[in-house]
């Protein structure tokens, strides 16, 4: 009911603040068919109406000419924390990691500060969405899609709970971090602490199942318990659980995890994923690229890794998405892709790992991710390839509305500008 | 293992092409990035550029490279980097200038490795940030394979690492609640050991002066005790050695120029200085550079002002302008994508950029007569890439330093693929000796 209230809500704001308009003279790329220069785009509304070479504006459309620009669908991240850490150093802005080992129940939507200064800093490099992903304990919470557009969240949101965080026990004995140092602990010792943990996640599934049963059939005294109630959706492979898992035993875990409790998953953050790229495909399951900029895993790693990883689940033939895990620098998401390009992806995969291919991991392939008509119009407006920084994003697009690309760093760039 | 197995498969990398001798490249766009852009060849010769230009005549014997129409640039000058140093930070005084990263070069780190393959050449190894005064730094060339003390780039200026701000001031208290307390605790403090040093160092430096001065009129006295910690900061008073001060915000650093002119002598450089663009005026007139992070910011307090416009406000306000790593803090293989940055931001030109991570550095380092452009006569520290350098399509296929290549991406290939191939090799070789489970953990 909640749900369906916001949805509506989030409708009528948006058409509220849209002003009809035509981009003219502009180079369509649409993602999901092939480039169309010299081209009208009109948007009506919060939608896209259409686009091609001859096509007709519509009465009190507002024309923008965009000779020799380019417009694509904006970008999305499909990992950030925007919204829930501002400052790294200070824990008072940091609302990422819940304590506790099993939180199913948080929802990051709700945390996200619409005030955040990283939200119009994201936007100026061409970022219209982010997956915002809570961490901590092995599950974090409900990943939300957002938006980086709105007053409230409520106007933010996109998706409330388009995937639900999850880590599984580890197996690592490298031990890293400021506060213990680095170091190796026993193996053994390792094994038996993961198996404990493993133990405890089975148990909570178990446990989670068993509610499922027992609400199908409310006995006397059946108690709604807000922790199990939020595992329902990923129980009945709506939700699907977004497993982070870098090294080889934390993604062969995570297969086997998804096969034995028959869950909808999608891998992220991925490193040792080679040995299991066929049974990926085969088993159709997406995955949220890695933070591209990560140092390579082990001393006698390619210099490449892990640039050169989305070339390889490309070839795989396995649907991806950039995420930047991180709020300082989702607008550096689509360097990270240039890379990629760099490193034999082709250009066309990389903008679509960008935007279509994650609209369609989160679900969102009917509103988002390409210039379709009847999607809703997150645009950017380019002088150029928008995955160099030698290109300006000149304007942008959020749901048929005009949003400013001005930040704070455009804001201190300009006041101390005149000082000098 | 895998450090063993990694070194002794490169440790023939650079004997790829001889140094003596004389190398052409030709079928190149060079950037020069001091003399614009130059279609042709370039002729390398004792481990200098001889000749470039669109015909340039070789020796017989000399070894062509056909660059394939790729671009060739200046090897990459890092101002700021932990590359190659094994221990960083002697956090238990605030005045460490008796301390040498010279002393602790570990020329088998990788990253050493890897940022050569990203193009950089020449790093400025330096101490942490945990002291106001940390120790004394080390200019090196990236030669891998090569031992700690050919690395060092023989002929730089001596240099010293400063820092102010946050991390110095940790130690005093605040999330280190608990601890044992040091001095400073507050940017007040951190100017008053900044001072202190200075003064100490001044009379130590009269003391120095007074003695020669006598041995000079030929009175026999004793000389004055010799000070570790004081020789280095004696040098910096007399200009001999550079500062390199890590720096944030912009009440911090118009007090170091002020302390440094106090006592007579300039900051050569601002390290980080992400709040430069607000005092770059003063900065310009003190004469000190400023090499900052690309677009790094908002992880912690004082990165909150940081604006990835800071190289070109700085650069248009005249102050000499570099970007560093601070590797491994950033990693030397995105200093020319951080170039590219400032091309957004900032809209600087090609040469602009690219002097960013290339002659600026060198000035800075006051190496720039030997590195830091394509020029007859410099070092032949020389970056071959197949696309334009700022694009972020481009990948480095080739680096030479002083001539010599040692770097190719082609024979890294192989030999990553020679590697896996003997590992997997052992690893076959270990599987009937250990139980599956224990095997796994093995690693």
């Not at chain 1, 499909?78 to 150093?89: D, N, Q, Y």
């Not at chain 1, 680095?182 to 198996?195: H, L, S």
């Not at chain 2, 600026?360 to 030997?370: S, T, W």
């Amino acid at each position: 009911m909640n749900r369906l209230m916001l949805a509506a809500a989030l409708a009528t704001a948006a058409l509220v603040h849209a002003e009809n308009f035509a981009l003219r003279g502009v180079t369509v790329h649409p993602i999901s068919a092939a480039e169309v220069p010299n081209a009208v785009l009109v948007v009506t509304g919060d939608r896209i109406a259409g686009f091609g070479a001859k096509f007709p504006i519509p009465k009190g459309h507002k024309i923008v000419e965009a000779k020799g620009l380019h417009v694509y669908p904006g970008m999305i991240d499909s990992a950030s924390v925007l919204g829930l850490s501002e400052i790294g150093s200070v824990r008072e802005t940091q609302d990422i990691e819940e304590l506790g080992d099993f939180n199913p129940q948080l929802r990051t939507m709700i945390a996200v500060n619409p005030g955040s200064e990283h939200i119009p800093v994201s936007r100026a490099s061409g970022i219209t969405a982010s997956l915002v992903v809570p961490a901590g304990g092995f599950i974090g919470g409900q990943a939300a899609l957002m938006h980086l557009d709105g007053w409230t969240w409520e106007e933010m949101t996109v998706v409330p709970s388009a995937a639900m965080q999850m880590r599984l026990p580890s197996q690592e004995t490298t031990v890293t971090g400021r506060a213990f140092g680095a170091g190796r602990r026993p193996y053994a010792e390792v094994r038996r602490r993961y198996e404990e943990q493993m133990q405890q996640v089975r148990l909570f599934f178990e446990q989670a199942r068993a509610y499922q049963a027992r609400k199908a059939n409310p006995g006397l005294g059946f108690k709604t318990n807000l922790r199990m109630e939020a595992m329902l959706p990923v129980l009945a492979g709506k939700t699907p659980l977004m497993i982070v898992a870098p090294r080889e035993r934390a993604i062969r875990d995570a297969l086997a995890f998804a096969e034995r409790e028959r869950v909808r998953i999608v891998l992220a953050g991925v490193r040792e994923v080679d040995p299991f790229l066929e049974q990926i495909a085969r088993r159709k399951i997406p995955i949220v690229l890695p933070d591209l900029y990560q140092v390579p895993l082990e001393e006698d790693a390619s210099i490449d890794d892990p640039l050169d990883l989305p070339a390889r689940l490309a070839k795989a033939g396995i649907p991806f998405a950039f995420g930047s895990y991180n709020v300082e620098r989702p607008r550096n998401l689509p360097f990270q892709a240039a890379n990629a390009v760099g490193q034999g992806l082709s250009h066309e995969a990389a903008l679509r790992a960008l935007t279509l291919g994650a609209a369609e991991i989160w679900g969102v392939a009917d509103r988002l991710g390409s210039l379709d008509a009847g999607k809703l119009a997150d645009l950017i407006l380019t002088d150029g390839d928008p995955l160099e920084p030698r290109t300006q994003i000149r304007q942008m697009w959020i749901q048929g509305k005009a949003v400013s690309l001005d930040n704070r760093h455009t804001r201190l760039y300009e006041q101390y500008r005149k000082r000098l | 293992m895998n450090r063993r197995l990694f070194l002794s498969s490169l440790a023939l990398a650079p004997s790829l092409a001889a140094a003596a001798g004389a190398t052409l490249i030709k079928n190149a766009k060079i950037l020069t990035v001091t003399k614009g852009r130059v279609d042709g060849s370039l002729l390398i010769r004792d481990g200098r550029i001889a000749a470039l230009g669109a015909e340039v005549l070789a020796p017989a014997d000399a070894v062509t490279i056909d660059a394939g129409g790729g671009y060739l640039m200046p090897g990459i000058v890092d101002c700021h980097a932990h590359v190659g140093a094994d221990a960083i930070n002697e956090g238990t005084i605030s005045v460490s200038s008796m301390v040498r990263i010279e002393d602790v070069l570990a020329p088998d780190d990788v990253q050493i490795y890897r940022g050569l393959a990203a193009g950089v050449t020449t790093s400025n190894v330096l101490h942490g940030s945990a002291n106001t005064i940390g120790g004394q730094c080390s200019v090196v060339k990236m030669r891998w394979g090569r031992s700690a003390a050919q690395m060092v780039f023989a002929g730089a200026r001596p240099g010293i690492k400063f820092a102010l701000g946050e991390n110095v001031k940790r130690a005093g208290g605040g999330t280190n609640l608990g601890a044992a307390l040091r001095y400073p605790a507050t940017r007040m403090g951190v100017e008053d050991v900044v001072r202190e040093a200075f003064n100490e160092a001044r009379a130590y430096q009269r003391q120095r002066d007074e003695y020669q001065t006598r041995v000079a009129k030929g009175e026999r006295v004793l000389p004055p005790r010799r000070d570790w910690k004081l020789d280095p900061l004696v040098e910096v008073l007399e200009g001999k050695r550079l500062v390199h001060a890590h720096c944030y915000r912009s009440d911090e650093i118009l007090m170091l120029l002020r302390a440094a002119e106090e006592f007579g002598f300039r900051i050569r450089t601002l390290q980080h200085g992400l709040e430069a663009y607000k005092v770059a005026k003063e900065i310009a007139k003190h004469g000190a550079g400023v090499s900052t992070f690309a677009d790094s910011w908002s992880y912690k307090i004082e990165a909150y002002d940081a604006i990835p416009y800071n190289a070109a406000l700085c650069l248009r306000a005249g102050v000499l302008t570099s970007l560093n790593t601070d590797a491994p803090v950033t990693q030397q293989r995105h200093l020319l994508q951080d170039a590219a940055k400032t091309l957004r931001y900032g809209q600087l030109t090609d040469d602009e950029a690219l002097s960013l991570i290339t002659i600026n550095p060198a000035r800075q380092l006051m190496i720039d007569d030997r590195v830091g452009s394509l020029e007859v006569g410099k070092d032949a520290d020389i970056v071959l890439t197949d696309k334009h350098p700022l694009s972020l399509y481009a990948k480095v296929q080739k680096v030479f330093i002083d001539g010599e290549m040692f770097f190719n991406r082609e024979q890294d290939a192989r030999e990553r693929a020679e590697r896996a191939a003997r590992r997997q090799a052992l690893i076959e070789k270990l599987k009937p000796a250990a139980p599956p489970a224990q095997k796994k953990g093995a690693r």
